[in-house]
T-cell receptor
């Protein structure tokens, strides 16, 4: 059983398209995150949700819109994709009181 | 603001040799510190964490790290490197004040040679 699962694992799309990445966790955690890893492998947080409520939004362009239908799911929708959006996007989850985060396998997004 | 600095973007050791990956942190509050490992095309896996209990923390796969407040360091060590240890290693500090945000260092690529 995968604890934090993301789909798809790979995504290749053209500039200007809209795409979504889905994330689900079965750990019973109440906090979920999206992190972006760039081509130099630098990891930076994008968003954090706690019990479906947005609590962190790290100056991400508003083309990126996270949606949390329930505390086990956090999806990422990206409008008008740009070349610079190419990266690996990681979903993660944790308990609010336990700072250890569990990561998904990542989604490698390539914008051409 | 919290931050971590990892010295050495690439470290190469011989199999059986000591592994030492360096991490220094900056935090205005007592930090929670982590080491994560990333194998090629994989997600991040927690190796170990420091959360203000024992300063010497033991993790998985024979790794350990020591929290030294006076040096603001949290270096990762393993007595004897194995080929399977070759991976990218990330040090991270947690913002426990709001949302448990992790701030990562730039990573250290560990290469293990025969």
């Amino acid at each position: 059983d995968t604890a934090v699962s993301q789909t798809p694992k790979y995504l290749v799309t053209q500039m200007g398209n809209d795409k979504s990445i889905k994330c689900e966790q079965n750990l019973g955690h109440d906090t979920m995150y999206w992190y972006k890893q760039d081509s130099k492998k630098f990891l930076k947080i994008m968003f954090s949700y706690n019990n479906k409520e947005l609590i962190i939004n790290e100056t991400v362009p508003n083309r990126f819109s996270p949606k949390s239908p329930d505390k086990a799911h956090l999806n990422l929708h990206i409008n008008s994709l740009e070349l610079g959006d190419s990266a690996v996007y990681f979903c993660a989850s944790s308990d609010r009181g336990n700072t250890e985060a569990f990561f998904g396998q990542g989604t490698r997004l390539t914008v051409v | 603001a919290q931050s971590v600095t990892q010295l050495g973007s690439h470290v190469s050791v011989s199999e059986g040799a000591l592994v030492l990956l360096r991490c220094n942190y900056s935090s205005s509050v007592p930090p929670y510190l982590f080491w994560y490992v990333q194998y090629p095309n994989q997600g991040l896996q927690l190796l170990l964490k420091y959360t203000s209990a024992a300063t010497l923390v033991k993790g998985i796969n024979g790794f350990e790290a020591e929290f030294k407040k006076s040096e603001t360091s949290f270096h990762l060590t393993k007595p004897s490197a194995h080929m399977s240890d070759a991976a990218e290693y990330f040090c991270a500090v947690s913002d426990t004040g709001g949302g448990n945000k992790l701030t990562f260092g730039t990573g250290t690529q560990l290469k293990v040679e025969l």
